[in-house]
């Protein structure tokens, strides 16, 4: 029995709710007939349209490019025409704009075959990462060509998978890790290699034992007297996948706040990124395509799906039979974090994990009350912050003196506003206070 | 229509009135035992302190025009700890005022539940102290033996009244504590099961200590205040015997009193307590340290009512001075 690693302060246990999608085999959506393309799917500038309308677009073809600043380029899902450039629904920013492709449904999907990427150079590796549109597709959309050249100054020396998955609800990782154990590994070796380092941890919550058993078996397949890759089952307690969190349940390393992972010599991928980067480098396939939860009692049939980017909400509604009269919350991402929508038409962007239809059962919208101040909200902050203090200058009109509890170190995770008794919304009060506080 | 709103969607089952109303639920054993010690007008008491604390609530609520919240049961719970803390001999008409001092200025006048700077409960019992200083420190009932529940009622205080033993202690001295209230076993069984005059509901530190430990169980309260202010009183009490250095009995001093309802119940109120688990040490060894200064050295035999209202303001001054570790505090430090 191996131990269980997690980080040792705060965290929640929120009800696994994975029930309904982990047994499903990951399933190809039909293309649909409109693909939204929002321009602006990374952390850093959006692209720049390299079409135009009615030009005609093959699967894999570059349609946006990134003039300045970070960021990767941008491709057509499928064959089609360009039908606009105009904007689309976006869960975070309301409206993005984006381009409209209208589906050739004539031409076979794009073919690609394996490439002997062992014989290439770093730089060709990380080309072709780049080249791919790779972007943290775990959530935070982060441009993963520069996770894989960290600063001269901070010598790396451990990549780490995150496999942890600890959002409610979602199953996609899971699915891929079950389904595409082998590509996983294969896109870890890639990113060791770029990197030039040997040790591979691939971090799992213990709640998904076949996971971690086919990840086992591919990693033990995968090692070499140059290469160890190593499975390390993780307590089942969010945030276990924060990527500060995990580094330090796995290597015991506190990275320090507003640094990036490779201070301390850290790299971490989402298992799906490391998927994708194993498309990208092996089968020289551009990023277009996203592995999906769709779950909760609102929608007629749960579902693990691979979909376009770009398809719809409202086209993923409609294959799986419609919403039930129940539905009572649309929420892009997990439980935790994600985003509630009040719309169908948004599109699918690189980094959307989940579209969940909650039922009224599931969430919980009680109006809130004063703060009673039980402090379980100190004891459930991994950053070990003062939420409530947070949201009590806030509701003070005081937002800009909240800096001295640490406002710009929460990200956010919702531990806090999850065990407050009063239903009281503290990720609201703490976006509220980063816009006013001072640095 | 979809509803939207920041995240977290999901929370946990935990609620304001789910924790109030447990709290009050383990009030209730020691409020049923006081009806077999004390006789059948601690309920009446009990229940005119809790009907008046709603009442007022409601009405000051409406007066202010904030949200009538009378269903969360924090006011419940403040009307039965009035009730257990005053002798169970005084005139039912006195919680009344206690619940309009608690609720009306203690509570909704600094801004309603959770921003109140001390304990309505206490702050109610200080106020009536003050104001009926006879009733508040005489209208002590000796308990009864044969659960002959209605024998009080209708007979004048003065024939019935008895002395609290720390009362005995304080003026009259070891021997004639040993003398009414027994010594050994026999002693600390009657104490510990509530047979000992009191106010209403401290009496039973069988029961309290039972509801306490429920509340652990259940992740409502934690150990910190209650252990440490326990301990603390065990421990000075112990040094500072009548007797000489380390001649005191801390087994005794903790049953006596309200040492048991005090640390269970209301010296670690989530509003009035520290929140930082380190602040709630030096917040409960304070509560124990001035509930013994005033046991031996203060003008009344009890003093854990105005050991925690002394420490009740330095909560803020606590939290203020020790923060949670931050996991990865902003080079440079911030503000």
């Known amino acids: 029995m191996v131990s269980l690693l997690t980080f040792p302060k705060g965290g929640v246990h929120p009800p696994a709710s994975k029930g309904l999608t982990e047994n499903l085999v990951i399933e190809v959506m039909p293309v649909?007939?409109?693909?939204?393309?929002?321009?602006?799917?990374?952390?850093?500038?959006?692209?720049?349209?390299?079409?135009?309308?009615?030009?005609?677009?093959?699967?894999?073809?570059?349609?946006?490019?990134?003039?300045?600043?970070?960021?990767?380029?941008?491709?057509?899902?499928?064959?089609?025409?360009?039908?606009?450039?105009?904007?689309?629904?976006?869960?975070?920013?309301?409206?993005?704009?984006?381009?409209?492709?209208?589906?050739?449904?004539?031409?076979?999907?794009?073919?690609?075959?394996?490439?002997?990427?062992?014989?290439?150079?770093?730089?060709?590796?990380?080309?072709?990462?780049?080249?791919?549109?790779?972007?943290?597709?775990?959530?935070?959309?982060?441009?993963?060509?520069?996770?894989?050249?960290?600063?001269?100054d901070n010598p790396v020396d451990t990549l780490i998978l995150n496999g942890a998955e600890c959002e409610p609800y979602i199953t996609a990782d899971h699915r891929q890790m079950l389904e595409n154990s082998k590509e996983i590994v294969e896109g870890a070796l890639v990113i060791l290699k770029i990197l030039g380092i040997k040790k591979c941890f691939i971090g799992i919550e213990n709640n998904k034992p076949d996971a971690i058993k086919a990840m086992t078996e591919a990693a033990a397949a995968a090692s070499t007297r140059e290469y160890t890759l190593v499975v390390q089952p993780l307590q089942v307690k969010y945030p276990q996948g924060s990527e500060k969190q995990l580094i330090q349940a796995i290597t015991g390393r506190k990275v320090p706040g507003f640094a990036l992972p490779s201070a301390v010599g850290v790299v971490v991928h989402n298992v799906s990124t490391a998927k994708a980067i194993y498309d990208a480098v092996v089968l020289t396939k551009p990023l277009y395509e996203k592995v999906m939860t769709i779950s909760g009692k609102g929608i007629r049939r749960p579902a693990n799906l691979l979909v376009k980017v770009g398809t719809k909400v409202s086209d993923i509604v409609e294959y799986l039979g419609g919403v039930t009269p129940e539905l009572s919350k649309i929420v892009m991402g997990g439980p935790m974090m994600g985003f509630a929508v009040s719309s169908l038409d948004i599109p699918v962007t690189k980094t959307t994990s989940s579209v969940l239809f909650l039922a009224?059962?599931?969430?919980?919208?009680?109006?809130?009350?004063?703060?009673?101040?039980?402090?379980?909200?100190?004891?459930?902050?991994?950053?070990?912050?003062?939420?409530?203090?947070?949201?009590?200058?806030?509701?003070?009109?005081?937002?800009?003196?909240?800096?001295?509890?640490?406002?710009?170190?929460?990200?956010?995770?919702?531990?806090?506003?999850?065990?407050?008794?009063?239903?009281?919304?503290?990720?609201?009060?703490?976006?509220?206070?980063?816009?006013?506080?001072?640095? | 229509m979809w509803k939207v709103s920041v995240s977290p969607h999901v929370k946990s089952g935990e609620s304001v009135e789910k924790i109030m109303w447990t709290v009050v639920a383990c009030l209730v054993p020691p409020l049923v035992l006081s009806i077999f010690i004390f006789g059948i007008q601690t309920l009446i008491i009990t229940a005119v302190s809790v009907a008046s604390c709603v009442a007022v609530e409601a009405a000051t609520q409406k007066?202010?025009?904030?949200?009538?919240?009378?269903?969360?049961?924090?006011?419940?719970?403040?009307?039965?700890?009035?009730?257990?803390?005053?002798?169970?001999?005084?005139?039912p008409l006195l919680p009344v005022l206690g619940a309009v001092m608690a609720i009306v200025i203690g509570k909704h006048l600094l801004g309603g539940i959770g921003y109140n700077i001390f304990n309505p409960a206490l702050l109610a019992r200080a106020f009536l102290l003050a104001t009926f200083p006879v009733a508040m420190t005489s209208a002590w009932l000796p308990p009864l033996s044969d659960m002959a529940i209605f024998s009080y009622l209708g007979t004048p205080i003065d024939a019935i009244a008895t002395a609290t033993p720390?009362?005995?202690?304080?003026?009259?001295?070891?021997?004639?504590?040993t003398d009414q209230f027994g010594v050994g076993a026999n002693l600390y069984t009657n104490f510990f099961l509530g047979w000992r005059p009191g106010s209403i509901g401290e009496t039973s530190g069988l029961l309290i200590v039972l509801g306490g430990l429920y509340l652990l169980y259940r992740g409502y309260i934690t150990w910190h205040i209650p252990v440490t202010v326990i301990t603390t009183i065990g421990l000075l009490s112990w040094c500072f015997g009548s007797e000489?250095?380390?001649?005191?009995?801390?087994?005794?001093?903790?049953?006596?009193?309200?040492?048991?309802?005090?640390?269970?119940?209301?010296?670690?109120?989530?509003?009035?307590?520290?929140?930082?688990?380190?602040?709630?040490?030096?917040?409960?060894?304070?509560?124990?340290?001035?509930?013994v200064l005033i046991r031996l050295k203060g003008g009344y035999p009890e003093g854990i009512c105005y050991a925690i209202l002394l420490m009740n303001p330095l909560s803020p001054v606590l939290d203020g001075f020790f923060k949670p570790k931050r996991f990865a505090p902003l080079q440079g430090g911030a503000k």
């Open chain 1, 32 to 152: 649909p007939d409109e693909l939204e393309i929002i321009l602006g799917q990374h952390i850093g500038a959006p692209c720049t349209p390299t079409v135009a309308p009615k030009d005609a677009v093959q699967e894999g073809q570059v349609i946006g490019e990134v003039t300045k600043g970070l960021g990767v380029p941008l491709h057509a899902p499928v064959a089609g025409t360009i039908k606009t450039l105009g904007m689309s629904g976006h869960p975070m920013r309301v409206s993005a704009p984006s381009i409209t492709i209208q589906t050739n449904k004539e031409v076979p999907p794009a073919q690609y075959s394996r490439c002997d990427w062992q014989k290439l150079s770093k730089e060709e590796l990380l080309a072709k990462v780049h080249g791919a549109g790779i972007i943290g597709i775990g959530g935070a959309g982060f441009p993963s060509h520069v996770k894989l050249s960290p600063p001269p």
């Open chain 1, 360 to 439: 009224a059962d599931e969430i919980d919208t009680t109006p809130h009350s004063q703060c009673i101040r039980c402090g379980w909200c100190l004891e459930a902050c991994p950053m070990g912050l003062e939420p409530k203090e947070i949201a009590l200058y806030v509701e003070a009109g005081r937002p800009q003196d909240t800096g001295q509890f640490g406002v710009f170190e929460c990200f956010e995770c919702g531990c806090c506003a999850y065990v407050c008794p009063a239903k009281r919304p503290l990720v609201q009060f703490v976006r509220l206070a980063k816009m006013k506080a001072k640095r």
């Open chain 2, 63 to 91: 007066a202010l025009g904030r949200r009538v919240t009378i269903g969360d049961g924090s006011a419940v719970i403040t009307g039965m700890l009035i009730a257990f803390v005053i002798p169970p001999g005084v005139s």
């Open chain 2, 166 to 177: 720390l009362a005995v202690l304080k003026t009259q001295g070891l021997g004639a504590f």
């Open chain 2, 244 to 291: 000489g250095l380390f001649s005191g009995d801390p087994l005794l001093a903790v049953l006596s009193g309200g040492a048991l309802l005090g640390a269970f119940f209301m010296a670690n109120d989530y509003v009035t307590c520290p929140t930082n688990k380190t602040s709630q040490l030096i917040y409960g060894v304070g509560v124990g340290a001035l509930t």
